[in-house]
């Protein structure tokens, strides 16, 4: 890992760089794809499927058999893990519920805010080399606690036309509706447009490789939107000498092993434990399977050291890390000043993998700087909020004189006409 | 206005088609905007706006004194009717404050949500024919509310090189930092990009026309967020017997007066009241300035009867209005179970026109059916959520192993690692 020695705030920026990714080049085959869907619906998408996955499927919708097999077919100490990690993720989330907003904002005007499920959801699980089943706990839990009144799921299938035993027991565990075997770009435009076979959906969840983020965005040109834009993960560390380094390098790792555009940063306060994390880092790095991604992750990772706390503090808001993990002696007063992150972990014992499985915490967080304006998915995601107001005949007495003066300032006669009509009738009563 | 009996649900699709206007042809020239302010900064605002505004200014930066003469130059009876205005709106959205969301998930295991603002914020406010102020009080209010620390507003300079008074005066009122006169997409290219004079934004907020809406459209490329798409106002009554024809006339021409694109639908279980609205509307109409416009918007305009309030129900949950005013004796039954409209307006004696001003409501809302997906603006829109985890050594001692299990199945060891190293260490301890 490369270092850097009190950087002044001048060299933040190319020090926080993030890969800038640009998708353009994809776009028109997305259109491409999302022409194709909308034109031949349900055999467009299982021509992309035989081209793209190297699989001819007579039906892409999963049968309740087939859940039924990986149910039993799923080991039991998953599954308990899964039940597990299903409770704190529940708990989590339904704490978020918030009240209907009442107010009555003076005599007879009365304005009330509620906030009713998005109704058809669309959740993306990639496939590739692993089940990410843990997204679906992260997507599906708060769209069953929001009320939803439909959740889709689509995945690829693999060589065999199958989705992952564990991808289908988590989906049923957490009241997917439906599940399909599509994935890419054809399954983006699919629970865009709708076909016979695939819902079309209100808003669009998950991750994807850069194919499916692209597809998203041209997604929201057809009346649906997304949870945020996407980006390569992003891990930042802060620490102290009561920092424990064996447990700063394994958090690292766990970064670096996800890709090797992944961002890797450590920021630190002890001159120390700089040498210490790094012997730690090579330590361990030996041990992993996914050792070759790891190390070249770690090739443009940052271990950045300052005198002060106080400038660590004004490089982490700068950088505003996807995943910040605090451990400083001093956590709570650098914890209350942290202003821009995805999702904070403090302490020696509270490792990003906690968060990204079974803490309760949701684990699709905003990348590329995007905290800066976007939250991590939440119950709200899964929610709109409408407005409602009920004015009493005093209420429009009092309050029409304002709405008449505005309206007219403003040069919409017909907004103030609507007032001045009813406070005509009024005044005649 | 057109005419349509009990029409059957497959007839709905047509008889709810939005102008879609499809803004496709402007991108190229926001792209050239953004790439002169990219390369030129201020010098190329102030080119713009000598070639769009047809004025040449040295600094377009509003300044104190400016204010100040505006202040002096507000009628006294507009200021106290926005004062009222701004006390109601700002009652509605603090009470929209959320608490702290703190729970321990499992024993050692403390998960947290906390909002925070978002800290630059962006407002543009659209020149024309009448300084919409209004609309600064929608979008300043609440994010002094949420706390935002720099509320930065743009608004284009008339032929004299000023902004209306009361936009300077409402802005100020509100909290707003600085104010610009600049417009178009040159004003949201450099909120979006900064400038030396223009800060750098976070999110962006505002209506627009179309030269606007794609240029915010395009900054959602750059690092910036945007409010909600954008597009023509939308206004459907929903009334039976219990209406009163005047009220609904009046009600309908305050939406058609917006402009030619406006969408006005009647849709009704009263016969009798068909007649009765149309002739209200030919006599109101001749009243008004912008007659004109109002026809065209008429002629697009519908009104639809239906035997049952069910089908009523179901029409209006399947159009998802941007404003809904209910006129109904059975007004409770029917508002809860509306499932999509941004505002809603209910009885005789809450005309929209009190949402567009000084109720308390937002009138920023989702319009196109983008109420399906999308709040309209709330104080949520200047926030975003972090959350937070603090682990203690029994909590990981406990919740570890399904971590471990998790991670080993999800093909991630390094996340397994970050654990194990973690538990080792405890179980010598």
């Known amino acids: 890992m490369q270092r850097f020695m009190n950087p002044t705030p001048d060299q933040w ?180 447009l709708g076909t016979v076979t695939l819902p079309k959906v209100d808003k669009l969840f998950g991750p994807g490789n850069q194919y499916v983020t692209v597809a998203k965005q041209l997604a929201t040109q057809y009346q649906v939107s997304i949870d945020m834009p996407a980006g390569p993960s992003e891990l930042m560390v802060v620490a102290d000498a009561s920092a424990d380094e064996a447990f700063v390098a394994s958090d690292l790792l766990s970064q670096a092993e996800h890709g090797p555009d992944s961002q890797v940063l450590l920021v630190t306060t002890d001159i120390k434990i700089i040498d210490q994390v790094d012997a730690e880092v090579e330590k361990q790095i030996t041990t992993l399977e996914r050792q070759d991604t790891a190390r070249k992750a770690l090739d443009n990772s940052k271990i950045i050291y300052f005198d002060s706390e106080t400038e660590a503090l004004a490089f982490t808001n700068f950088y505003g890390a996807e995943h910040l993990i605090v451990c400083l002696e001093n956590e709570n007063d650098f914890v209350n000043q942290i202003k821009h992150a995805g999702s904070v972990f403090i302490g020696n014992y509270t490792p990003e993998s906690a968060g990204d499985y079974a803490s309760g915490t949701n684990h699709t967080l905003p990348t590329n700087g995007y905290v800066r304006q976007y939250s991590g998915v939440n119950l709200d995601s899964f929610l709109k909020a409408i407005t409602y107001q009920k004015i009493t005949a005093q209420g429009l007495l009092d309050l029409g004189p304002v709405i008449e003066e505005m309206a007219s300032a403003e040069g919409l006669q017909a907004h103030k006409n609507a007032v001045s009509i009813r406070l005509k009738k009024l005044s005649n009563e």
Chains 1, 2 share one sequence.
């Open 13 to 192: 920026k190319d020090l926080t760089q993030r890969g800038s990714a640009s998708y353009a080049s994809l776009e028109p085959l997305a259109k491409e794809v999302f022409d194709d869907v909308a034109k031949n619906g349900d055999q467009a998408l299982m021509n992309y499927t035989e081209k793209f996955d190297k699989v001819k499927l007579e039906d892409f919708s999963v049968s309740a058999e087939e859940i039924e097999v990986a149910r039993s077919l799923v080991p039991e100490e998953l599954k308990l893990a899964i039940q597990k990690a299903k409770e704190n993720i529940y708990r989590f989330h339904i704490a978020q519920k918030t009240k209907e907003v009442k107010v009555e904002t003076q005599i007879g005007v009365n304005c009330w805010q509620k906030k009713l499920p998005i109704e058809k959801v669309g959740l993306y699980i990639p496939g590739g080399s692993a089940p990410l089943f843990s997204t679906i706990l992260m997507l599906a839990i708060p769209a069953q606690v929001a009320g939803c009144s439909e959740v889709v799921l689509c995945s690829p299938p693999n060589a065999y036309g199958k989705i992952p035993d564990v991808i289908l027991y988590t989906a049923n565990l957490c009241g997917v509706d439906k599940i399909f075997k599509v994935g890419g770009m054809q399954a983006i435009a699919g629970m865009t």
